[in-house]
């Protein structure tokens, strides 16, 4: 940052799920007190959000989404046909209503979307290219619905190996880093979940079951599963819980350092209630404008710091 400049604002937005109309209220407010974002990385179901925001139709997807229903919500999901028990085409149709086929270069704030590769195992930022196609592919849940293809690579939702994408803000010249965190949890699968997938992958090592397909292979002249080209439910689940137990293991060597993390207190609200999205746009709305005052505070500290410098 150079002397006199305004200190550059990056967000890290956290995977949000049913949750995602939080971050229509949090960035409204940011608009409303004139708090100038730079550079926003998001994951799973804040790139819808983003998206938006950054293409300048926050208010139009604000009155979409405050009007969805559970029956409405469905209309933009399929079934799935090839690794995933739904197809989100429906909801990447919508989502371009808003972002009007821009490309990540046309629009501001810049902005990064996270994604794995389910080959490789990962993180991949999102930055160039289609904005629709790329939030789509950061709220493909593994499993529940298809993976996509982005390039060579077959990518999913960036939720699986870090849930608020604080280090893709590394990309960016970013002088004030806000990470959001609003499940509070670190993957998109449960504990339990993971554990149960623990304990099938302790049964197959003691049985030698993966020694034995590759025995098998080798006998019968065949090659070995080539993943890109045998995408099931189940190969694509197993392999998705394989990289989050792995990420798990590796979260102390992730470096999820930023000068504020903000993690919302939002209750648990009845079944009826949570498939509304006008609960959670209130509370980003409340959770906003409570801690602007402390960002605004860090800003203002780190232009001090920079001027002292340059002094």
């Not at 529940?144 to 960036?158: A, S």
């Not at 080798?218 to 394989?242: H, P, Q």
């Not at 137990?245 to 209630?273: G, R, S, T, Y």
Request: aromatic fraction near 10%.
């Amino acid at each position: 940052m150079s002397a006199g400049k305004q200190p550059t604002l990056g967000l890290a937005l956290g995977g949000s799920g049913s949750r995602t109309s939080f971050y229509i209220g949090f960035l409204e407010v940011f608009d409303e007190q004139a708090v100038k974002v730079d550079y926003i990385t998001a994951s799973s179901g804040a790139s819808i959000v983003a998206s938006a925001y950054a293409c300048g139709a926050l208010k139009q997807i604000k009155e979409w989404a405050l009007s969805l229903e559970n029956d409405t919500l469905k209309q933009y999901i399929s079934p799935g046909k090839r690794g995933g028990l739904y197809s989100l085409d429906g909801m990447e149709q919508k989502m371009r209503e808003f972002t009007k086929d821009l490309t990540f270069d046309q629009v501001r704030p810049l902005m990064s979307f996270a994604a794995v590769d389910l080959d490789s195992g990962e993180q991949i930022n999102l930055c160039m290219g289609d904005i629709a196609k790329a939030c789509r592919i950061s709220c493909t849940l593994p499993g529940v619905f298809e993976p996509q293809k982005w390039g060579n690579r077959t990518l999913v939702d960036g939720g699986l190996l870090n849930l608020v994408p604080v280090n893709a803000l590394k990309q960016f010249p970013v002088d004030v880093t806000v990470g959001v965190d609003i499940p509070g949890t670190k993957f998109i699968f449960t504990g339990g979940q993971m554990t149960l997938r623990k304990v099938f992958n302790t049964i197959k090592k003691m049985l030698f079951i993966d020694e034995m397909e590759h025995l098998l292979y080798r006998a019968f002249g065949e090659k070995e599963i080539d993943f890109e080209k045998n995408l099931g439910f189940f190969s694509v689940l197993g392999r998705s819980m394989d990289l989050a137990i792995k990420a798990n293991k590796n979260l102390e060597e992730q470096d999820l350092v930023c000068d504020l993390m903000i993690v919302p207190d939002i209750p648990k609200l009845k079944p009826a209630l949570y498939v509304q999205f006008n609960p959670f746009y209130e509370l980003g709305r409340e959770c906003a404008l409570a801690y602007l005052p402390q960002i605004k505070s860090v800003i203002q500290k780190k232009q001090e710091q920079e001027e002292k410098v340059h002094a």
